[in-house]
């Protein structure tokens, strides 16, 4: 979206995902990403992780509209992350990377946590939302028939629970929202909080 008197905020991210989840629930936007190191930092927990990063990525773009005397919007920034045992399950970077991540996913249950932060100019409000999800056992043919697909190559943890990534999915307790990208209702009360509120006519 373009359109900047039909825009009530701007989302810091590229997300294909991240913008339709803001569109069903009617809120027009545009989008900025941040250019941020995205490292963990040493000890850091997978919680502390997610909601430093979806803050620093809305700051990031709120500053830079600042300064470059754009359109004073509220920014929302996101990041989503998978872990298992504790431990952070980034972006598979070739197919043995992501055969071994389903091989650890496999009939077991891993968290996904999905933080939202909005940048206001009264502040910045954040939230975490802690979604549980249960795999089926897969198989290695299928893990590579999954690369195979073009899906896994860019998502947390290595699928897509919106897209084929689905057969894998047994069970799953929190936000499906979340698991995608951005939690909705966490979404939906950081932007009430802020006065922008949801279900915008013609978003």
């Keep these: 979206m373009t359109d ?37 930092l040493p000890g850091e927990t997978p919680a502390s992780y997610v909601e430093r990063l979806a803050r620093a990525k809305a700051k990031w773009v709120y500053a830079d509209r600042l300064r470059r005397g754009a359109p004073s919007l509220p920014v929302l920034g996101a990041d989503t992350t998978v872990t298992l045992d504790g431990l952070l399950l980034g972006k598979p970077a070739d197919e043995a990377a992501l055969v071994a991540t389903l091989a650890q996913l496999a009939a077991r249950t891993h968290e996904v946590l999905s933080a939202v932060a909005l940048v206001t100019s009264s502040g910045t409000r954040a939230a975490v ?47 499906y929202s979340g698991v995608m990208g951005l939690p909705l209702a ?11 509120g949801v279900w915008h006519s013609g978003a």
Excluded: M
């Design 129 to 175: 939302s802690r979604t549980h999800v249960t795999f089926r056992a897969i198989r290695e043919d299928e893990a590579r028939r999954y690369w195979a697909s073009g899906e896994p190559r860019d998502k947390a943890g290595g699928y897509a629970i919106q897209g084929q990534g689905a057969v894998f999915v047994e069970r799953i307790e929190g936000s």
């Design 4 to 40: 900047t008197h039909r825009t009530v905020i701007c989302l810091a991210s590229t997300s294909p995902r991240r913008r339709e989840l803001l569109q069903q629930i009617g809120v027009p936007h545009i989008v900025q990403p941040a250019d941020l190191d995205e490292s963990a």
């Design 186 to 196: 966490e979404t939906a009360a950081l932007l009430v909080a802020a006065g922008v």
